[in-house]
């Protein structure tokens, strides 16, 4: 495998998506390749960074219906930002 079918086949490899014959592949490619090692571990870690950043806690209710009411121009029921971003109590 060279660098281009890796760097075609990086984000599968790194999701665990790959079959039995292109893990090994790849494996063997980054074994031997500094630069896609490189790239691969920029990748990773940039992946990681962004799952990171996605908040864990659900989404309130009523906001969906809110959000698009707000999209459509029908306002929000005159509520302030706090009130149309915060959580039901």
Known sequence: MDCRKVERVIF????????????????????????????RDIISDI?????????????PDGFRERMLARIRGEGFSGASRGEFLSRPE
């Open 12 to 39: 599968r490899f790194i999701y665990g998506e790959s079959d039995a014959y292109e893990l090994r592949k790849i494996k063997e490619h980054l074994d031997r390749c500094g630069d896609c090692r490189k790239e």
């Open 47 to 59: 992946l990681e960074q962004l799952k990171c950043g996605v908040p864990d806690d659900p989404i």
